[in-house]
């Protein structure tokens, strides 16, 4: 059975970030069909070799990405990064903001933005999991930061869907991360319950499309 969201308790800027019925985002469920947002999953290349990068993925390698604190959370809740583009911190409230993420690889960053203000930074590195994004003006206020070295990286949308496109043939080791649960492991596939050892699974990734099937978790 889907959680009730939970409300945040707005004490921060009442008077403007109380109108937009915040709830906490730590584990978002599908009341109609139970599917989880926000399951990240990404490919796992830390002790092996690098993926080769499809043609498809050429036009975004060194796009802008933007992280919005909008409506006093941070929009998307989950956002992924290449090491070669562009994180945009951007503040479309009309309070001050600051952008807090908590990197291990890359220098970690806590930068204040104006109403109206954006900020560009550069992360260099791949992160080995999802770092941390906090506005410490209004404490409610997460999402998380996927920086790794290739675009093999999806993140479940509201319907509890995942789909990573354009993956290469071969054999290789994919992340799963949930907020709620941290690692993906105790889980049902297609009915059979199974381990995966610190959330990772070695998939065999063959040409057309490849279904992991139904996976079932509860963090």
Known sequence: AAPAATTINVNKD?????????????????????????????????????????PDYAASANEKVVLDNEKCRFEPHVLLLQTTQTLVMKNSDSVGHNTNYSTFTNPPQNILIPSGGQVEQKLSQPERLPAKVACNIHPWMTSWLVVQDNPYSGVSNKDGELVIKNLPVGTWTFQFWQEAGGYVAKVKQDGKATEWSRGRLEVTIKPGMNDLGEIKYKP
Not at 21 to 35: H, I, R, T, Y
Not at 37 to 50: C, F, H
């Open 14 to 54: 009442p008077q403007f970030c109380g109108q937009f019925g915040l709830v906490d985002e730590a584990l978002v469920v599908n009341k109609e069909n139970g599917g989880i947002a926000n399951v990240i999953a990404y490919l796992y290349t830390r002790s092996g070799p690098k993926p080769e990068v499809h």
